[in-house]
């Protein structure tokens, strides 16, 4: 029986956020009946949340810091507003404890896990201690941080090289150093303590074993306010680009059931032991040999949930929303297995043939795929401008089939059906891993997206077809016919570019 008094009923949100998030939770909150209100920086005044929202107001000027991270100002508006609860999203204020302690202290349900989950999942060395007792795989190396470089040297020599020197506050890459040798060791502990001093503020750094070119592979987890867990799979997201994730897919192409159900296993373990609830995710690298090591755990909704939406038939933030209500995990949750198979491709605003420099602009014209098996997760519309504040993301498309080849032939589709016009995007890039063998095989690794484009092997061709080229033919036949027959074509034209360029190209617009 649940022991903890329930929460207050949740009839209206603030939702914490920008972007396809924010649009992302409200469409939830809709479905639901539940009101939804969204903050909005300056330049985010006509963005699609606002477009959308039953109520939205304005939380300060571009800088985050002066906008969406004024926590204190944020829990006052939702008060003022009425607003039950807040959902903070992902990135700005969704993983720091004290926002979630002020909304606790105010009396406003957190869409999330408790501070102190959150607090206990923050620290790089006591969330491993915290797994490690808790008897959850984690990658072999030290317990504490190191004292100084001969406490390094001599726990290198234990460990075996290559070890990696990561920074005890911190996490997502910053302060982490590969050591290959004894002779590398001096220099990478001391710009290891230096970048952990600088993001942090606190330069202690441990060591692990180097886990040699594995995978990255996190498991979605989902908890009540009563102590249960669940595991609902895995998403694969091995395919990065400087620790930013381009393609993501559940499940995994190399997840078996049994390897599912513990890695599963040790994610519900590792969320209970820190008494988790609402949505989280394990990371776990899975090196080639099929062992798997518990890295850190994100205490938020993840950009790529919606893989794990396609393949189990669960809505995330309708889970979220309503654990945070105080209702248990129903039996609908026992046992969940992915049905099919789900891609994700993140559209960024960027020159993926010219350092991935942002493309920043008004977006002049645009077309989104469609069609059974596409969903697209936008934040922004035709006339948007895509400004240089924030994460240059525009949208994610992610498709569902039955099975891994036919849900990549369909992502290729519906890119084929793509058009956006004013300012760059990473397009082309999908389009090439749809043409690699060793993506199309499923055989990836954390390093594999850096290396082929250091390679150069992804660049597509300088002569590659114009995806418009049957249009701008179609026009032209158009024209060569007219002027032969001195009238104008006629209208019950053969082939479909040919009426394609009589309904668009000839009036002016490149496409359709
Ligand atoms: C590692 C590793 C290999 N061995 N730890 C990168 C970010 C941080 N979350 C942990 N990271 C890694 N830790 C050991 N002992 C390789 C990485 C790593 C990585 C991990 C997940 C996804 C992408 C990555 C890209 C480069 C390195």
């Known amino acids: ?13 603030l939702i914490a956020n920008r972007g396809e998030i924010a649009v992302r939770v409200l469409r939830a909150c809709r479905e639901m009946g539940i009101r939804s209100a969204v903050i909005y ?11 959308l929202a039953d109520e939205a107001y304005p939380i300060g000027p571009a800088p985050s810091r002066e906008s969406y991270l004024r926590a204190g100002a944020i829990v006052e508006l939702a008060q003022q507003i009425g607003a039950d609860a807040i959902h903070p999203g992902y990135g700005f204020l969704s993983e720091r404890a004290e926002f979630a302690r002020l909304c606790r202290d105010a009396g406003v349900t957190f869409i999330g896990p408790s501070p102190e989950a959150i607090d206990a999942m923050g620290s790089k060395v006591e969330s491993r201690r915290l797994m490690m007792a808790a008897g959850v795989p984690v990658v072999p190396g030290g317990k504490d941080p190191l004292p100084d470089l001969d406490a390094a040297a001599a726990f290198a020599g234990q460990l075996g090289y290559p070890v990696m020197l990561k920074a005890s506050a911190g996490g997502g890459g910053k302060g982490m150093r590969r050591v290959d040798t004894p002779a590398g060791l001096a220099s990478a502990y001391r710009a290891a303590r230096s970048e952990a001093g600088a993001s942090f503020g606190d330069d202690s750094v441990y060591m692990e074993k180097y886990i040699v070119d594995p995978r990255h592979v996190e498991i979605q987890v989902l908890g009540d306010l009563y102590g249960r867990v669940v595991s609902l799979g895995e998403r694969e997201c091995s395919l990065q680009r400087r620790h930013q994730k381009v ?23 590792a969320a209970s032991a820190v008494g988790y609830s609402n949505a989280g995710t394990c990371e776990f690298l899975l090196a080639s040999d099929g062992s798997f090591y518990f890295l850190e755990m994100n205490t938020r909704l993840q950009v790529e949930h919606p893989v794990t939406e396609l393949v189990t038939g669960i ?3 309708q889970a979220q929303i309503r654990v945070a209500e105080g209702e248990p995990l129903g039996p609908a949750f ?8 789900a891609v994700e491709v993140r559209l960024y605003a960027e020159d993926p043939w010219n350092r991935f420099t942002p493309s920043p602009g008004r977006i002049e014209r645009l077309r989104w795929p469609e069609g059974p098996g596409v969903r697209n997760d936008a934040g922004v519309y035709e006339g948007s401008e895509v400004s240089i504040h924030y994460d240059p993301m525009l949208a994610k498309l992610i498709v569902w089939a039955a099975d891994r080849p036919r849900a990549l032939q369909k992502l290729d589709r519906a890119l ?22 060793d993506f199309l095989a499923g055989n990836m690794d954390i390093g594999m997206l850096d290396r082929k484009l250091a390679s150069g092997e992804l660049r597509p061709e300088a002569e590659e077809e114009h995806p418009d080229l049957p249009l701008l033919a179609a026009a032209l036949a158009h024209y060569e016919r007219a002027s032969r ?9 053969r ?11 000839l009036r002016g617009g490149s496409w359709s």
């Open 334 to 341: 026992d046992d969940v297995q992915p049905h099919g198979h």
């Open 495 to 505: 082939s479909r570019w040919a009426q394609a360029g009589r309904c668009g190209g």
């Open 41 to 51: 920086s300056e330049p985010d005044r006509l963005g699609l949340p606002v477009l």
């Open 315 to 317: 809505d995330l933030v």
């Open 416 to 437: 084929s059906e793509l058009r956006v016009e004013g300012i760059r995007t990473n397009t082309s890039l999908f389009k090439a891993l749809l043409a690699d063998p």
């Open 1 to 13: 029986m649940p022991e903890t008094v329930p929460q207050r009923p949740i009839r209206k949100v």
């Open 247 to 269: 393609v993501e897919e559940a499940p995994s192409p190399v997840v078996t059931p049994e390897l599912r159900r513990r890695m599963g296993e040790a994610a519900v373990k």
């Open 485 to 493: 027959t001195g009238t104008p074509a006629s209208p019950a034209g």
